[in-house]
């Protein structure tokens, strides 16, 4: 067993979604502990087996599940063969896994939920429990592109749910957010995989 790979996985992981990823459940956490693989989608376990890690290769239950590389100490992909698509057997599943980190702050969820964070060289709107699709999207589609954010607590971790059409489409864990500005994470696979945002 590879030690210095496998003490590297300690913690807790979410899989970010890119555009070629489609999750199911929308929210997908790994947690390296004790010698256990545990998912889960935050709130709930999907399941926990026993794993083990040789050279780049990680078994379950000694059943071959994946191979990985660190992009650094916490990014890492993990290379899965797209069992369910009889197409395309060959092809091989790019997972990236981000490790959870505590949100610096020193604000409360409330006050968090008032702020308004915006980039427009991103066209990037971050606010909390209001409608964020342009109106006249809305008007066209009869009101059926509605567009949200929420914002979750797990932990000392805060996230941002999006939510299209009233169905979660994807999180992103907040590494750090002040009264004047918003660090969002792993959701990106370009470097730095982060983006600072200005209070508006």
Same mark, same amino acid.
């Given at each position: 067993?590879?030690?210095?790979?496998?003490?590297?996985?300690?913690?807790?992981?979410?899989?970010?979604?890119?555009?070629?990823?489609?999750?199911?459940?929308?929210?997908?956490?790994?947690?390296?502990?004790?010698?256990?693989?545990?998912?889960?989608?935050?709130?709930?376990?999907?399941?926990?087996?026993?794993?083990?890690?040789?050279?780049?290769?990680?078994?379950?239950?000694?059943?071959?599940?994946?191979?990985?590389?660190?992009?650094?100490?916490?990014?890492?992909?993990?290379?899965?063969?797209?069992?369910?698509?009889?197409?395309?057997?060959?092809?091989? =599943?790019? =997972?990236?896994?981000?490790? =959870?980190?505590?949100?610096?702050?020193?604000?409360?969820?409330?006050?968090?939920?008032?702020?308004?964070?915006?980039?427009?060289?991103?066209?990037?709107?971050?606010?909390?429990?209001?409608?964020?699709?342009?109106?006249?999207?809305?008007?066209?589609?009869?009101?059926?592109?509605?567009?949200?954010?929420?914002?979750?607590?797990?932990?000392?971790?805060?996230?941002?749910?999006?939510?299209?059409?009233?169905?979660?489409?994807?999180?992103?864990?907040?590494?750090?957010?002040?009264?004047?500005?918003?660090?969002?994470?792993?959701?990106?696979?370009?470097?730095?995989?982060?983006?600072?945002?200005?209070?508006?």
């Amino acid at each position: 067993m590879n030690l210095s790979f496998g003490q590297n996985f300690e913690g807790k992981w979410i899989l970010t979604k890119n555009g070629d990823t489609y999750l199911v459940p929308k929210i997908n956490v790994f947690e390296f502990k004790d010698g256990k693989l545990i998912s889960s989608d935050l709130e709930k376990i999907i399941f926990s087996h026993n794993f083990k890690i040789i050279e780049n290769e990680i078994f379950v239950e000694n059943n071959y599940f994946g191979s990985f590389k660190f992009k650094n100490e916490n990014r890492f992909t993990l290379f899965k063969k797209d069992e369910k698509d009889e197409k395309y057997e060959k092809r091989k =599943l790019e =997972l990236d896994f981000v490790r =959870l980190e505590k949100t610096e702050t020193e604000l409360n969820q409330k006050e968090i939920e008032k702020l308004t964070f915006e980039d427009t060289d991103y066209d990037l709107k971050i606010a909390f429990n209001v409608e964020l699709q342009k109106p006249e999207i809305l008007e066209i589609l009869k009101r059926k592109a509605t567009k949200k954010m929420l914002l979750k607590k797990i932990g000392k971790a805060y996230f941002i749910q999006n939510y299209e059409d009233g169905e979660l489409d994807s999180v992103i864990p907040i590494r750090k957010v002040t009264s004047e500005y918003i660090e969002i994470y792993g959701f990106s696979r370009k470097e730095p995989y982060s983006l600072t945002i200005k209070r508006k």
